[in-house]
């Protein structure tokens, strides 16, 4: 298929050293899940990606998130949907993780996100998670023994719960899970993620592609069905790219 062909071209790139990234949703993740990870103490990742859902419709989620204190993290996020009007959401999120990762038990993390989408009448989204994210194989530099080296494959299992609000509200908690594999040199990250469906709305699946070109910044593709929390009719392609901005501390001077 045609999105499989470049998403193989996005793996030859330049080689960098992964991170995890700000998903669509605004948490560190991979497109509309999250994951157990944050970005570390001042650091601050700033994405953008474009999707175009088909020819009259097309979305730009745009997010930062900074890193305000070891294994916690807050978020902004503004995605403009036109399809000849404007529809525009503007989330807040934060992610803390109340247990790191040890050699038997997961890193688990706990969020909450709060948005708007403005579409002639606001709509408030009101989201709260909990996800645990375990490796599941450890890269292997020197495995040679079938031919070849091996990278490091890690798991995330989470529960979602979303409010959405406009005079009434809906609720719907739903469970979602995803999958990582990075190379064996750590240049790419190769992620699937599915949540069941809320009401009559798709689950959301996607497919993810994620490369860094320098040290600080990546590249990534997809196929997905995510906007926002939701899941949409349709799959389509999706670029992106972001940064991540570290500020070294001031040198100090000795006299």
């Known amino acids: 298929m045609f ?3 470049i998403i193989g071209a996005a793996i030859v790139l330049v080689s ?3 991170c995890a990234a ?19 103490a001042r650091q601050y990742d700033v994405a953008a990606d474009y999707v175009e859902w088909d020819s009259d419709v097309k979305s730009w989620p745009i997010r930062l998130v900074a890193g305000v204190a070891d294994k916690l993290e807050v978020g902004v996020g503004y995605t403009k949907w036109s399809d000849g009007g404007s529809i525009k959401i503007t989330p807040v999120n934060v992610k803390a993780v109340v247990a790191p990762e040890s050699g038997s038990s997961p890193a688990v993390a706990v969020g909450a996100g709060y948005g708007k989408i403005k579409d002639g009448v606001d709509i408030k989204i009101t989201t709260l998670y909990a ?23 890690r798991g995330s299992l989470g529960i ?13 908690t739903e469970p979602f899970a995803s999958l ?5 040199n750590g240049n790419t990250t190769l992620a699937v993620e599915y949540k069941t469906k809320e009401n009559d709305m798709d689950a959301v699946s996607s497919l993810l592609v994620r490369h860094m070109v ?3 910044t990546w590249v990534q593709l997809g196929w997905t069905n995510s906007f926002y929390s939701l899941g949409w009719d349709d799959h389509e392609l999706f670029l992106g790219i972001g940064y991540r901005f570290a500020p070294q501390p001031e040198e100090e001077w000795y006299y």
Not at 26 to 39: L, Q, W
């Open 214 to 216: 320098t040290p600080n």
């Open 160 to 172: 979602m719960y979303n409010k959405y609000s406009n005079g009434g509200s809906d609720s719907y």
């Open 131 to 153: 996800v645990a994210t375990k490796t599941l194989s450890e890269a292997e530099d020197n495995y040679y023994d079938e031919g070849g080296m091996r990278g490091t494959v």
């Open 3 to 5: 999105w499989l062909g």
């Open 180 to 184: 990582e594999y990075l190379t064996p």
């Open 16 to 18: 960098g050293t992964v």
């Open 22 to 40: 700000p998903s669509h949703l605004g948490p560190t993740g991979i497109v509309g899940t999250p994951t157990a990870d944050v970005v570390g």
